[in-house]
């Protein structure tokens, strides 16, 4: 079987500055998979090279059919859902306003995925009324999540989900998402600077140095690998 999501030696630039040098990855339907890096690696890219929000080339590859030039609207009809770092909420709309906009594309009434969204996230129903910007950081990284989530898409691209939240709140937004690939059968790719954590939630993670894969396996193997100890679990 082919996989979800395939990078085959993929570019990207912004401007003249090279910042991607052809990267190759793939992600099989139903995985999790981590992309570490430190700062610079070129994480983000990879995901806005999918996404064509950055000069890329290359050949990228979903449910077996060549990603064009596709904007965000046209990715959520694929069922691919973008999350990006910063958390990307419309601060001025209430949370269930939020959490329709995460519908748009469908047709027919998103009550049901409501009712599964708060589910997972209980707190969003009582504050379904309340505006977005006025709730914290981890609340604004969940309503993202569950956002993402009313898509009912096949993939999910996650940025830097862990960026600025406490480690508390960084345990329960990737049990969500442990969850959700496990209960719901969502795919996800997800760039992460926590490689600890990263590496325990994914069955598979690339390592990406100056813009290039350096290493890649499984997670368990990776997580004894002498260079990705010292680099990023500091032991």
């Known amino acids: 079987m082919a996989p979800l999501l395939e990078l085959e030696k993929v570019s990207a630039s912004y401007g003249p500055v090279k910042a991607l040098h052809g990267v190759s990855l793939t992600v099989d339907e139903g995985q999790i998979v981590a992309v570490l890096g430190a700062n610079g690696a070129g994480k983000t890219t990879t995901l806005r ?87 914290s950081g981890g609340e604004q990284q969940m309503l993202a999540l569950a956002r993402a989530f009313m898509q009912r898409g096949r993939l999910l691209l996650l940025d830097e989900p862990s960026l600025g939240l406490a480690p508390l709140l960084v345990t329960e937004v990737f049990r969500i998402i442990k969850e959700l690939n496990e209960v719901e059968g969502l795919t996800v790719l997800v760039v992460e600077q926590n490689a600890h954590i990263a590496l325990q939630l994914a069955q598979t993670a690339y390592v990406l140095e100056v813009g290039r894969v350096a290493l890649s396996g499984p997670s368990a193997e990776l997580e004894q690998h002498e260079s990705v100890r010292r680099s990023y679990l500091g032991y």
Do not use: C
Request: hydrophobic share 40%; no cysteine.
């Open 49 to 135: 090279a999918i996404s064509h929000t950055v000069d890329r080339d290359g050949e990228i590859r979903f449910a077996g059919k060549r990603l064009a030039r596709i904007g965000p609207d046209g990715m959520a009809r694929l069922g691919i859902a973008h999350v990006p770092e910063g958390r990307g909420t419309f601060s001025e709309l209430t949370v269930l306003e939020n959490l329709r906009l995460g519908a748009y594309t469908r047709r027919g009434s998103a009550k049901a995925d409501l009712d599964r969204v708060a589910a997972y996230f209980p707190w969003l129903a009582e504050r379904r009324n309340q505006q977005a910007g006025t709730l």
